[in-house]
């Protein structure tokens, strides 16, 4: 069975620039949780879906958003990108809500300039 | 806030021996808790959990043990490995969702 799978691997973006992210959870899991990680602040939550619902979200600017499609692939949007979005962006998929083991994909190194 | 956090952020122990992370929680409504296992290059891999009804769980070479009196977690794993070499994060899931709460990290760098 495939993992989660993130695209792209590494991005580099200017200041004020907007940034797309994409996760495809492993076939059959349908929650997808979205973590930043930098090595101040480690890992955050950013938000988690459900159903193409959100159900959950992070204390994050609204500069973060995201949303899943009907066949549970999500995307992460980043506008007005600022030096400090700069991260590893992770996507964890599981197979169903609650406390159920999340699967994480590689990540997406975003650097800002 | 409330917050996960760690002892040590770093720990180096001989191949072989048995090595012990630590992790701290201040939440005390905290009632669920992972172990996750970061490789540089990788996203974090799970590794164990824990409920709060219960004060032991034993995997395969690991233990995580919880003392929620002192609100402390640990994970203790067995003949260490150099391929146990990674950060390891405890995590606490959040009591409003499935919203992962985790803590800085600990490396641990094992030599042989």
């Known amino acids: 069975k495939a993992g989660v799978t993130q695209t792209p691997r590494y991005l580099i973006k200017t200041r004020g620039q907007q940034v797309t992210l994409s996760c495809s959870p492993i076939?059959?899991?349908?929650?997808v949780s979205w973590y930043q990680q930098t090595p101040g602040q480690g890992l955050q939550f950013l938000f988690e879906y459900f159903s193409e619902t959100q159900r959950n979200k992070g204390n994050f600017p609204g500069r973060f958003s995201g949303r899943q499609f009907s066949n549970s692939r999500s995307e992460m949007n980043v506008s007005t990108l600022e030096l400090g979005d700069s991260a590893l962006y992770l996507c964890a998929s599981s197979l169903i809500r609650g406390r159920n083991e999340q699967f994480f994909g590689p990540g997406t190194r975003l650097t800002v300039l | 806030g409330e917050s996960v956090g760690l002892h040590l952020p770093t720990l180096s122990v001989q191949e072989g021996d048995n090595s012990i992370i630590n992790c701290a929680y201040s939440?005390?409504?905290?009632?669920?808790f992972i172990w996750y296992k970061q490789e540089s290059g990788k996203g974090p891999q799970f590794i164990i959990d824990?409920?709060?009804?219960?004060d032991k769980r034993q995997g395969q070479r690991v233990t995580v043990l919880l003392n929620k009196t002192v609100k402390h977690l640990s994970l203790q794993i067995a003949a260490t490995q150099p391929g146990d070499s990674a950060v390891y994060f405890c995590?606490?899931?959040?009591?409003?969702?499935?919203?992962?709460?985790f803590g800085k990290g600990t490396s641990l760098l094992v030599t042989p």
């Open positions: 995590a606490e899931d959040s009591n409003s969702g499935y919203a992962l709460n």
């Open positions: 939440n005390s409504a905290s009632d669920y």
């Open positions: 824990i409920r709060s009804n219960m």
């Open positions: 076939s059959g899991h349908r929650s």
